[in-house]
C-alpha cells in the first residue's frame, strides 16, 4: 500500500515448508519471505512435549460418572462413551493397539479383582454383535480414530501422547506408540446389548487382546434392567367356568424377573378383560377386574427371578365369550403390569380364554304352600307364589315338572296343580296350566343380571284342587325348576 493507503501491487506464494500443524507466514518482493508456526507447550526444566492437532475440550458434554467412579446409571441401547488414561513408566511402546474388553462382575468384590480368564473383546456392530452383552457403536459426537488430549489425571512427572478415540466398526485403536515416562488417553463409543442380564459389568483395556502390566482401576458399570414378564396365564390358560350366584377366584400367574435382584421389582397390578373392553376399562363386575398390588402376591423368589400371582374374585354375571353367546367373537385376557425401583416398567398379555356360559337358577322360595284345603275344594283365587333369580351370566328361560302329592292314605295327582305368570281364580283360569309330570316351558323369560346389587326375578303362581276322598293328613310333592335357553 503506498502512504494514501491505497493498493500497490499484491502478490502470493507458496512455501512446501508449511505444514497443516498452522501457522503464520508473509513474503514479498524479490525475497523468500519467512514462515512462523505457532506451538504452545508447558514450561518445564526439561525439554517439553509437544501435540499436532486440535484442542481437546469437553465439547459441551459432561461425565457420565466421576473419574474412577462406577457408572451407576448405564441403560440397555444407549450409548456409553468410556475413556481411560494409559501410563508408560517402562519401554518405549510401539504401534499398540488398545482394545476394549468387558466381563461380569459376577460375585467378585470389585472389578479390579475380576478374573483375567473371563474378559472377552467388545465385538462391533459391523462384525456382528452375536450373544454379546456389550457392542461398538457409531456416535456424531466424534469419527473413529480421531486424535483426542488429555482429559483424565495423570502424575505431571509424565508427559503425554495424544490417544484415539474409537466408533463402530473398530473396537481397538489405530497404531499407537508411548514414549517411557509419558501417558495417553484412550475412548471408545459402545452399548450394553439386550444379552447383558447381569446386574454390573467391569471393562478395561488390552493389548490387541493380551493383558496389559497393571490395572490400577477398571471400569465398573451397573446395568439398569427393566423388569420382565414370562410365562404370564390367566386361569392357568383354562377356560373360566362362573360359580352360579357367588364369585369366583382365578389368578393372573407369571414368573417376574429383574436382572438387578428381585428385590428391586416394587409394584405389580394387573387387570382382567373382555377383548372388547380393553385392559384400561372401568372397572365392571360384567366386563373388567381392575386387580390393586395389594392382591398381587409373590412366592418361590430367588436370585433375581420370583413366581407372581395376582388374584380376582370373578362376579357370576361376568359376560360369556364362549360358542353361542353375546361376545363369542371375544375373548378374555389378562395384562399384567410391573415397575422397578428405578421407574423402569414392563407389560405383558396373557393368552385369550373363554368364560363360559353360565345358566343359573334360585328359587328364592322354596316352599309352595297351599294352605288347608278340604276335600273337594279348591284354592279359588288364592295363589301360593314361587320366585325365581337368574343366578347366571345369561339370560334364560323356565321349564316346570312335578309330582304326585303324598299323603299317609291319599294322593293329590299332579296334575291338580295350575300355574301362571299372574294371580287368578283356580276355576276359570283361561291361562293356566296343568302341572304334569314331565318339564314343560313356562312363558318366562328372565335377562342377564348386569349388576349383583339388582337382582332379575320373576314370579310364577299356583293353585290346586283337592279331589274328594282326600284324607286330612298333609300332603307333599316336588316341583322341579329348570333353567333352560330363552
Known sequence: YNAAGATL??????DSTYTTAGGLGFSYWFQHGGWDFYTARPYVASTPTYVFGSEQ???GATWAAAEDTLLSGATIGSNIRLRFSIQNTGAPLSSKHFRLQVAPLGSS????????GTYSDVPTTSSGCGSAVACMKTTAQYSDQVSIGDLLTFPSSLGFVAGYASEDPSNQTSGLSVSSNAATEVEYNFQFTNNATNNAYCLRVSDSGSDIDNYQH?????????PLI????LNSDGDI???????????????????????????????IFRSGVGAMCTPNDNTCYQVSSSSCAYSNCSGSSCTLRCRADIQ?????TDAGSTYDAQNWFARLFLQDSTGLTALATSSAVDVLTLRGLEVATPAIDFGSLA???DTGSVNAATTLRNTGNTPIGIQVAGTDLAGTSSTIPVGEQKYATTTFAYGSCSVCQFLTGSATNVDVALAKPTATTTPVVDDIYWGIAVPNGTDTSTHQGTNTFIATSP
Do not use: F, Q, R, W
Open 9 to 14: 501491487a499484491t502478490v502470493s506464494t507458496s
Open 57 to 59: 475440550v469437553a465439547g
Open 109 to 116: 468384590l470389585s472389578c479390579e479383582s475380576v478374573s483375567h
Open 218 to 226: 477398571v471400569a465398573k458399570a451397573v446395568v439398569l434392567h427393566a
Open 230 to 233: 414370562t410365562d404370564l396365564s
Open 241 to 271: 367356568a362362573l360359580t352360579e350366584g357367588a364369585t369366583t377366584t382365578i389368578y393372573a400367574s407369571s414368573t417376574v424377573t429383574d436382572y438387578n435382584g428381585y428385590a428391586d421389582i416394587t409394584n405389580a397390578s394387573s387387570s
Open 316 to 320: 357370576y354375571i361376568a359376560d360369556p
Open 375 to 377: 276335600a273337594g275344594s
